[in-house]
């Protein structure tokens, strides 16, 4: 019996882990979607490249300073209990591989090729496994700190602010660092929009990361006995609270409704375990507006270029994530409780400031060294031929 329990623990997780590989192809589409025709491309390229090299720098560096754990061993070792310790760095891969696939949407269309997959082997060996074994090794006493100061540790369950609010932060420094689009503002201070090449692919996009992100939270028990049909609803919840918010703050702007089940879901990872589902409908909903007010505040007054919006739908709902599990969380407002909202408010401000820092550390020293920008004309061809000698259009619609 206890074999056979290790063996669906084993088949549970690798589902998991199989949903959130899938997640990757949305993450591509939505870039694809998003980006103009002369870069679709790259984008594609980017993100099964990044989703290798992440596979290789957690495989032989992330895993043990996030957890210790190495696979210098025989693989007779490393079947033991059907595999089990190996399926689960698969299914904590896929997680650090998103650290990438979220910045690649923010530098999109000007950033050179290698440069990024040597920013990839940094973060993913060494800047993201060591916040992701202080929150979920206790690496550093650092739980343990929190408990003892605020009387709980911090919670993310499946990753808001570990995962996602770290990626947008990262990807922060990236897109600073590289400056805005070749055209996109005029020196009189106008903008000029760069308009999404294709509606129904960027849709695609988020419903394969929307349909995935299912496995990214229920799975985040990581054993069956652990699986929880609350962190299914309110999955669900967050998800459609962030879809109708970002209707009507997005006045019924498509880029906005698909991106608002995103955000949703960024935001509910934290307390997907502990909410009440009418918690997390708010906790989504609350993603969902803040998503746009904060994507139109950046792009239209702050000029910062973020392609996608990787910074307001990872890293800004990211952080409301991990900061309302300590609201409706608690049992007062009809959650589990187990949770302290001081906690909560310090662990996530340390996530998001080691990953800012983390992130202007990586690129200003890619930018010093070898340089982060296409050129020019390398831009105004566009990624797909400067760097892949290839266009996935006609070469009358590529350069639109």
Not at 82 to 104: C, D, H, M, Q, W
Not at 299 to 323: E, T
Not at 339 to 354: A, E
Request: glycine share 14%.
């Amino acid at each position: 019996m206890q074999s056979t329990n290790i063996g669906v623990d084993v088949f549970f997780l690798l589902i998991g882990a199989a949903m959130v590989l899938a997640m990757h192809a949305g993450f591509a589409f939505l870039e694809v979607g998003t980006v103009r025709s002369k870069n679709q491309v790259n984008a594609l390229v980017k993100i099964i490249t990044d989703f290798s090299v992440s596979t290789l720098a957690y495989f032989f560096v992330g895993y043990s300073v996030a957890y210790g754990i190495s696979f210098y061993s025989s693989a007779e070792v490393l079947s033991a209990d059907n595999g089990y310790e190996l399926v689960k760095f698969f299914f904590l891969l896929t997680f650090a591989a998103a650290i990438p696939a979220i910045i690649s949407g923010g530098i999109a269309e000007r950033a050179r090729f290698y440069p990024q997959l040597v920013a990839t082997a940094l973060l993913v060996a060494l800047v993201y496994p060591f916040f992701e074994g202080m929150v979920w090794n206790n690496n550093f006493g650092f739980q343990s700190w929190l408990e003892q100061v605020f009387g709980a540790p911090f919670h993310d369950f499946a990753g808001s602010v570990v995962v996602h609010g770290v990626g947008g932060w990262l990807a922060l420094g990236a897109v600073l660092l590289l400056g805005p689009r070749r055209g996109r503002y005029g020196r009189d201070g106008r903008m000029f929009s760069h308009p999404p090449s294709s509606i129904p692919f960027l849709a695609l996009g988020a419903w394969v990361l929307t349909v995935g992100w299912f496995g990214f939270n229920v799975m985040s028990a990581q054993k069956v006995e652990g699986i929880s049909g609350l962190v299914a609803l309110n999955s669900l919840m967050a998800m459609v609270g962030g879809t109708l918010a970002a209707l009507i703050a997005g006045k019924n702007d498509p880029g906005f409704i698909h991106n608002g089940p995103l955000a949703g879901l960024v935001a509910v990872c934290a307390g997907s375990d502990l909410m009440h589902p009418i918690g997390a409908l708010a906790v989504g909903g609350i993603a969902g507006a803040l998503f746009v007010w904060m994507f139109t505040l950046t792009q239209n007054r702050l000029k910062i270029d973020d392609v996608l919006g990787v910074w307001p739908l990872h890293g800004l709902c990211g952080a409301w994530g991990g900061i309302g599990a300590g609201i409706f969380g608690l049992e007062a407002l009809g959650g589990m409780g187990g949770v302290s909202f001081l906690s909560q408010l310090m662990g996530t401000l340390i996530g998001v400031s080691f990953a800012a820092l983390g992130g202007f550390s990586v690129y200003g020293l890619l930018k010093l060294t070898v340089g982060l920008r296409l050129n020019d004309e390398q831009e105004f061809d566009g990624a797909d031929l400067s760097i892949h000698r290839i266009s996935a259009t006609t070469p009358y619609e590529t350069l639109k």
